[in-house]
């Protein structure tokens, strides 16, 4: 990432969903950083707080994202306050451990709410966004997926469906909205440092240490990656030197999808 003087991206607005920790915490800290002004919404109160405080380029709002009303506020916030959105990531997603089941032993409950969080928001922010980004004369959308929308493991299918969709939904709207100077693109991270990684480790049990070493491993690089891995990304794709890019994915997976069958 650039430092704060370089200030790539100076008074563009941005809005990051899932924004207050992990991969969506790095995603607003980069643009804070390089002079974005960034609403960040996610449901933790106390990680919003602490990330806002970090950089007055910041703003935390609550928000679930899987409601159109929510959205509809939440680009009307970032417009009220900094005259429209010119980038959104979609970065919030969910993979809770209890569903780390067999889809027919999946509740239905748990296939919606999954398919809402990590996939209907895309479209309701979406909706509410593409409008306001006309009528500054473009913006870009980056949806974080995942490898497992390409490639996927057992017990997931909600997740999976979710991330799979993404990767399509990306392709589509990037054919829709190109003669508005919207380009759509997509991240597909692979195993990254985040609480949602923790509580992965934590399900499944035994040497953390050994885990590690084991998910390490699986990766060309042999390490794991971390939230400014994909900012980098992310910045590199929201960026001007990006803009023959639209209708398609970057794997930032240390080379797992290179190696395939999770390696």
Not at 22 to 29: A, F
Not at 66 to 84: F, H, K, N, P
Not at 151 to 170: H, N, P, T
Not at 194 to 205: C, F, H, K, M, V
Request: hydrophobic share 40%; aromatic share 6%; with cysteine.
């Amino acid at each position: 990432m650039g430092s704060k003087s370089e200030a790539a991206f100076e008074g563009k607005v941005v809005i990051v969903t899932g924004g207050a920790k992990g991969i969506g915490g790095g995603i607003v800290r980069a643009f804070a950083g390089e002079g974005a002004h960034v609403l960040c919404t996610d449901i933790d109160d106390a990680a919003g707080a602490e990330i806002a405080a970090e950089n007055d380029n910041i703003r935390y709002v609550h928000a679930d994202v899987t409601t159109s009303d929510v959205c509809r506020s939440l680009v009307e916030t970032a417009t009220d306050t900094w005259g429209g959105v010119d980038i959104l990531c979609n970065n919030v997603g969910i993979q809770p451990t209890s569903s780390y089941l067999p889809a027919h032993e999946l509740s239905e409950e748990q296939w919606d709410r999954i398919i809402d969080v990590n996939l209907k928001s895309r479209f309701l922010m979406v909706k509410y966004c593409v409008p306001v980004m006309k009528a500054r004369g473009g913006g870009v959308i980056i949806n974080t997926a995942s490898v497992q929308g390409l490639q996927s493991a057992k017990g997931i299918s909600a997740y999976a469906a979710s991330k799979g969709g993404d990767l399509s939904l990306v392709r589509q709207l990037a054919l829709d909205y190109a003669e508005d100077n919207i380009r759509v693109v997509a991240v597909n991270p692979g195993t990254i440092e985040t609480p949602l990684l923790q509580e992965a480790i934590d399900s499944i049990g035994g040497d953390e240490g050994e885990i590690r070493t084991d998910m390490a491993s699986r990766h060309a690089v042999n390490r794991l990656g971390s939230p400014e891995d994909i900012a980098n990304a992310v910045l590199f794709l929201a960026s001007d030197r990006a803009s023959f890019i639209t209708g398609e994915f970057v794997n930032v997976d240390g080379g797992l999808m290179a190696r395939g069958a999770w390696a």
